[in-house]
């Protein structure tokens, strides 16, 4: 039901709300195709904050391809809440999401603290998934790591078969003598950190000294339903849409299983539609849901755009989406669109 165009525009459009719990599409949605202070020489690496709190290196292409560096010492964090401390993110990792990296520098001094700052979403007692931003503090083998640090880096080896893939490289910050680093390890000649930086930091050992909740990530009622917690307006947003002609709107299998999703449109469009109700789907649900949809007709005067919020029905393990307006008038199927049935809206009223 949706074409290439639409599969593409939703996948950059969609929130990051909706692969919450999956890590790998986590530390994927904090990438940045520049970062200030990342060496511009190894077009194959980005050089970006990681969100996975402690792990250092992550390479990644079209899927996960592998992990390695994470500190042994990891301190797991509270699961609940945020914890009081002196210590802040911002103060331990000033600007960390943004941060720029440099190599250890020849004239460091003695080295007071070193921290690694994350972000990682925790589901909570009621269900809600929430992002903190958890800090850690070296507490071993950080002379091993400045060491290995230390190294400069190798020159980049065109004749060897390397992995055209990218680098996700966390920041270690460095606190000396009143001022604060953020350093990364050295690259070898295949445009990856050195084995042996990665192994130092395998082997550091931490401790959480700072926990801070963020944004809700997924409420109780997405988490229990599997809704996303935003999703973007695609009936606003989709593009080349064409009222249909001499067709229905395709009905769902009854045997399926299936999800409605309603958002409010936000006022500003800068603003990710949140999450107002979700609900299962019952086969009786479908089989009311889709007597009233193939009433439904084409109608060019129909707008897309016209609406106060909309829902959404998809199989929450994949596929094409099917969209309703809210306080509108369209329901929409790839690129194309119908005016809802009187039996709809009446439908929508109700779920």
Known sequence: ???????????????????????VAEILGNVRSRVPGARRRRRSTLVVACSAAGAAVVVVAVALVGSTGQPAGLTPAPADGATPTAITVQSACPDQA???????????GPVDAAYICGNENRTL???????????????????????????????????????????????????SAGRVIAIRPPFGACDAPSAAAQAALSHLTTEVVAVEKGQLMSSAAASAVGCSQAWKDMLHLAIAQTAATGTQPTPFPTSGTYISCSYATPTSPTNNPQLGAGLRLTPADLTALNSALVASAADPGCSTEAHTGFTVVIDPSGGDETYFA?????VQQGQRFWRASPALTAWLATH
């Open 1 to 23: 039901m949706t074409s290439d165009l639409e599969q593409a525009l939703r996948a950059r459009l969609r929130s990051a709300a909706d692969v919450a719990a999956a890590p």
């Open 98 to 108: 943004a941060a720029a990296m440099d190599h250890e520098p020849a004239d460091l």
């Open 125 to 175: 007692s009621d269900g809600s998934v929430w992002q903190f931003t958890v800090t850690h503090k070296a507490t071993a083998g950080l002379p091993a790591l400045l060491a290995a640090y230390a190294v400069p880096d190798a020159s980049v080896d065109a004749t060897l078969a390397c992995q055209a893939v990218g680098q996700i490289i966390s920041p270690v910050f460095l606190h």
């Open 326 to 330: 809210v306080g509108g008038c369209a």
